[in-house]
């Protein structure tokens, strides 16, 4: 009776795995606010051309997505995360933990991030060191740091406009968020002599201070929703937002990108590398999903299509500055074999 019964409870939770596997025929993808027109258009075609339902898509940003998709494994979870970053050892370490061992990295281009404000707005070229008084909750003001004191742009330099400061920018969720501080704020504070002295004498010091954003209102973080901080940059021409160039790009009626370093954030110059503030943009795929949700070998096959991704691709389009042919070569073959991450 025993092994009967014990007979029947494992053919009834294979069963129960076996429904949950056929519970969900979509694809189900989150992440990067960044990656999002990407992954959607890549989505929209698959879904017309496939056979397959077209994938769900949500836009969560780069932090919260990968933390969604490292819960664990399963149709409850999602397939595949977007993110504007690589992923970090903590991610890598809590999907580990949570049994998501195997898991494909595909880089699929290069992204700017931009300071941009309303047409109706002066236009403002501005170096990476101004971004950070202008950002910082403490900067270096006559050898001293103290905690930020500039209001207005003409404070920190009088050629910039005489306005007062007010930038929106991503949460710290957010994979732009996390790029924006590595290239811009950190590179910014090494460019002052007392706080690049702290490197030596007190790293942890350091770090806070290059990294940590003001909280006295002159940068308000706006969410993941990059239309909604147009919405307000339309509403105060003053004001400044942080987004990824793809998103300026789509919006060049309404929106202009400020010089940094004396470079515009245009497509040619960030594929060039001429502008200073870019960064690779990925997608990461659950292996262990393969072959029980229908359609991912096929959507990572569109993805990383010519047609998709590369020169002439309909992503670049969206504002998706294309990787080499060389490289793009060697990433699909990783992604179509899902070759995990060593």
Same mark, same amino acid.
């Given at each position: 009776?025993?092994?009967?019964?014990?007979?029947?409870?494992?053919?009834?939770?294979?069963?129960?795995?076996?429904?949950?596997?056929?519970?969900?025929?979509?694809?189900?993808?989150?992440?990067?606010?960044?990656?999002?027109?990407?992954?959607?258009?890549?989505?929209?075609?698959?879904?017309?051309?496939?056979?397959?339902?077209?994938?769900?898509?949500?836009?969560?940003?780069?932090?919260?997505?990968?933390?969604?998709?490292?819960?664990?494994?399963?149709?409850?979870?999602?397939?595949?995360?977007?993110?504007?970053?690589?992923?970090?050892?903590?991610?890598?370490?809590?999907?580990?933990?949570?049994?998501?061992?195997?898991?494909?990295?595909?880089?699929?281009?290069?992204?700017?991030?931009?300071?941009?404000?309303?047409? /109706?707005?002066? @236009?403002?070229?501005?170096?990476?060191?101004?971004? &950070?008084? #202008?950002?910082? =909750?403490?900067?270096?003001? *006559? +050898?001293?740091?103290?905690?930020?004191?500039?209001?207005?742009?003409?404070?920190?330099?009088?050629?910039?406009?005489?306005?007062?400061?007010?930038?929106?920018?991503?949460?710290?969720?957010?994979?732009?968020?996390?790029?924006?501080?590595?290239?811009?704020?950190?590179?910014?504070?090494?460019?002052?002599? /007392?706080?690049? @002295?702290?490197?030596?004498?007190?790293?942890?010091? &350091?770090? #806070?201070?290059? =990294?940590?954003?003001?909280? *006295? +209102?002159?940068?308000?973080?706006?969410?993941?929703?990059?239309?909604?901080?147009?919405?307000?940059?339309?509403?105060?021409?003053?004001?400044?937002?942080?987004?990824?160039?793809?998103?300026?790009?789509?919006?060049?009626?309404?929106?202009?990108?400020?010089?940094?370093?004396?470079?515009?954030?245009?497509?040619?110059?960030? @594929?060039?590398?001429?502008?200073?503030?870019?960064?690779?943009?990925?997608?990461?795929?659950?292996?262990?999903?393969? +072959?029980?949700?229908?359609?991912?070998?096929?959507?990572?096959?569109?993805?990383?299509?010519?047609?998709?991704?590369?020169?002439?691709?309909?992503?670049?389009?969206?504002?998706?500055?294309?990787?080499?042919?060389?490289?793009?070569?060697?990433?699909?073959?990783?992604?179509?074999?899902?070759?995990?991450?060593?």
């Amino acid at each position: 009776m025993r092994g009967t019964t014990l007979a029947f409870a494992t053919m009834a939770a294979t069963v129960a795995l076996v429904g949950a596997a056929e519970a969900r025929d979509q694809i189900r993808i989150v992440g990067s606010s960044t990656v999002f027109p990407f992954s959607t258009a890549v989505a929209e075609q698959f879904g017309q051309t496939s056979g397959f339902a077209t994938p769900v898509v949500e836009s969560t940003g780069s932090g919260g997505g990968l933390k969604l998709f490292c819960a664990g494994v399963g149709e409850e979870h999602p397939d595949m995360t977007n993110a504007s970053r690589a992923i970090k050892d903590s991610e890598r370490e809590l999907c580990a933990s949570n049994g998501v061992k195997d898991v494909t990295e595909v880089k699929v281009g290069f992204d700017g991030i931009v300071l941009a404000n309303s047409k /109706a707005g002066e @236009a403002v070229n501005v170096t990476i060191p101004q971004i &950070f008084q #202008a950002l910082a =909750a403490e900067v270096e003001v *006559d +050898g001293e740091i103290v905690a930020n004191p500039y209001t207005s742009w003409q404070e920190i330099d009088p050629a910039l406009p005489d306005a007062a400061i007010e930038v929106l920018g991503p949460p710290p969720t957010s994979g732009t968020r996390d790029a924006f501080v590595e290239l811009v704020m950190e590179a910014g504070c090494e460019e002052f002599p /007392a706080i690049a @002295a702290l490197e030596e004498s007190d790293e942890d010091r &350091f770090e #806070a201070i290059c =990294a940590t954003m003001r909280e *006295d +209102g002159r940068f308000v973080e706006a969410g993941e929703n990059d239309n909604l901080i147009v919405q307000k940059l339309e509403a105060n021409p003053a004001a400044f937002g942080i987004f990824g160039f793809s998103f300026l790009d789509q919006n060049l009626d309404k929106m202009q990108g400020s010089f940094v370093d004396g470079v515009e954030p245009t497509f040619e110059n960030i @594929a060039a590398g001429d502008y200073p503030v870019s960064r690779s943009l990925f997608f990461y795929v659950k292996n262990a999903h393969v +072959g029980v949700i229908p359609g991912m070998e096929e959507y990572v096959t569109e993805f990383t299509s010519e047609g998709a991704f590369g020169d002439d691709g309909y992503l670049t389009d969206k504002g998706l500055i294309p990787l080499p042919e060389d490289d793009r070569e060697t990433i699909r073959q990783q992604a179509t074999s899902f070759t995990p991450m060593s």
